[in-house]
């Protein structure tokens, strides 16, 4: 009986050390032809290295590019059905980098930073007179998405080196949103600047997938072209300035 007992754990260390093996040196890209369905929108090309460490030369949202992406994750993770690492995200527009914690239906980011083109927001503000210039600095202490979701998130989102260009062209202070959760499933975000010619203040709000803001945006001062730009920013108010609004839906990220 002792006998069997020792070839039967001998056996069972051995399938353990096959798999952790066979695992280690799966190739990145035989991992995603089966993880493919599951990760839809998201699409990668150009994939090497392994299932723990490796890099895609190009990944892609929705059908939209957005650059090279690296990843390193932690072996022993898989053990809970987790994936925990770290991702870089490098683009002509576009970097980042995060820490995170996956499972099926749920991630966890304990810090990341982006910065991108602030002209991606002009689809959401919907300004097609003016073209946003300058760069968002994203910084998050915490981010949960369920379901493909946004849950909660903790953090700064700053416009740098700030302006718009096109029928009227301006350029003003960074512009500074900070980011808390007051409860499952709401975000609050509020929005301040950091001096100079324009001022704005207002409130950003997310719930579940429905988003709306409200921003006051004025001139301190004597600044003529960021007045006339101002003319085609949301509705004019009393005192000169201009209160946008923004609403929408967000897209479900898986």
Do not use: C
Not at 39 to 53: A, E, F, K, V
Not at 55 to 69: K, L
Not at 206 to 224: C, M, S, T, W
Not at 235 to 244: A, K, N, Q, V, W
């Amino acid at each position: 009986m002792k006998k069997l007992l020792g070839w039967l754990l001998a056996l069972i260390v051995f399938v353990v050390l096959f798999v952790v093996i066979v695992a280690a040196t799966l190739p990145a890209a035989t991992a995603y032809r089966y993880a493919e369905p599951h990760l839809q929108p998201l699409r990668l090309q150009g994939i090497d290295g392994s299932l723990w460490n490796g890099r895609a030369t190009q990944a892609s949202v929705y059908a939209m590019p957005i650059g090279e992406v690296r990843w390193a994750l932690e072996p022993w993770a898989a053990a809970r059905l987790h994936a925990r690492g770290e991702a870089a995200l490098s683009g002509r527009s576009l970097q980042a980098s995060a820490r995170f914690d996956a499972t099926r239906d749920r991630l966890v980011v304990d810090s990341a930073s982006a910065m991108l083109p602030a002209s991606v927001l002009t689809p959401a503000l919907d300004i097609p007179s003016l073209v946003l210039l300058g760069d968002l600095d994203l910084k998050l202490d915490a981010l949960e998405l369920r379901a493909g979701m946004l849950q909660t998130a903790t953090g700064t989102l700053t416009w740098r080196n700030a302006g718009v260009s096109g029928a009227a062209e301006a350029r003003f202070s960074d512009i500074v949103v900070r980011f808390t959760s007051p409860r499952d499933g709401v975000i609050e975000g509020l929005v301040s600047d950091s001096g100079g010619a324009l001022s704005a203040n207002g409130r950003v709000l997310i719930e579940r997938e429905r988003f709306n803001a409200e921003v006051k945006l004025g001139v301190r001062g004597n600044d003529p072209q960021l007045a006339e730009a101002l003319m085609y920013i949301g509705e004019r108010t009393p005192d000169g300035g201009s209160l946008l609004r923004v609403e929408g839906t967000l897209r479900r990220l898986f």
